[in-house]
């Protein structure tokens, strides 16, 4: 991740971390970690005017395990600290943001093997942030309240938004249709509703046209198709169809669509 301006910054970072995790409860795990990243990135070329440094550390605690025999979950918090630079004043500031993510998943016992899930996921955001990710356009003053991480978390096929300034509501559904035909008893298909809404409405999200001062940024509907078609052979089509809301103008509303046909072979 380049958290300046194209051009503004080469890589440099270095990461430390430890993570630990408790299993004494039966059932159910417990885990923490931290990770700290500093940023001794050389300007290219240097900018004697204005300074892209961005250190942060993040704290995390989580559980996961069964509640029942078929009901599985998930919880994850996260707190972000560290320090930034102003867009205009290039004065450093504190980083103070937050995260979590929530699921359930059901797993139904009935024929063709359906899976119900829900998941709620947070990532704070900074009213007064253009961009979530750059320091041009970035926090204007105060502290940054904005989230920035360096993971990965599934957010949908085609609007697919950083968790930065974002809620996201999702629940989704899996089955195996044709699980008594031999051929196809390791096909799953499954449908994925997402909801977006901004934490801070002023503020940005990932998507910069998602513009006006409003928390509903839209919807998407996800359809996934996967089989194991051989042992080492899998076939993988993704559709998404994002909606926008209220928090794009009405110049840059048009929906968005995804499509992908993958085929994986292992060796």
């Known amino acids: 991740m380049d958290l300046s301006v194209p051009g503004g910054k080469k890589s440099g970072r270095m990461f430390y971390g430890i993570e630990g995790k408790f ?87 009935l024929p063709t093997q359906p899976t119900l899930y829900a998941e709620y996921a947070f990532g704070s955001g900074d009213s007064d942030r253009a961009n979530v990710t750059d320091t041009i356009g970035g926090n204007a003053s105060g502290k940054d309240t904005n989230f920035l991480y360096f993971g990965y978390l599934p957010t949908g096929y085609a609007l697919a938004p950083r968790l930065s300034n974002l809620r996201i509501l999702k629940a989704g559904m899996a089955f195996k249709p044709l699980e008594r035909v031999a051929r196809f008893k390791d096909l799953s298909v499954s449908v994925d509703l997402y909801r977006y809404f901004k934490d801070e409405p002023a503020g940005a999200i990932f998507d910069l046209e998602a513009a006006q001062r409003d928390r509903d940024v839209g919807y998407e509907i996800d359809l996934t198709l996967a089989w194991q078609l051989l042992s080492d052979v899998s076939l993988a089509i993704e559709y998404g169809r994002f909606e926008p809301g209220p928090a794009y103008p009405s110049g840059t509303n048009d929906e968005s669509t995804y499509f992908s046909v993958g085929v994986t072979t292992t060796f």
């Open 23 to 109: 299993l004494g409860i039966p059932n159910h795990g417990v885990y923490g970690y931290t990770v700290w990243q500093r940023d001794d990135s050389d300007e290219n070329p240097d900018d004697l005017t204005r300074d892209f440094d961005y250190n942060s550390g993040h704290f995390g605690v989580g559980t996961e395990g069964k509640l029942l025999a078929n009901l599985r979950y998930t919880t994850e918090f996260i707190f972000e600290t560290g320090d930034s630079v102003t867009s205009v004043t290039q004065q450093e500031q504190d980083v103070r943001a937050w995260a979590m993510d929530l699921s359930a998943t059901y797993d139904v016992q």
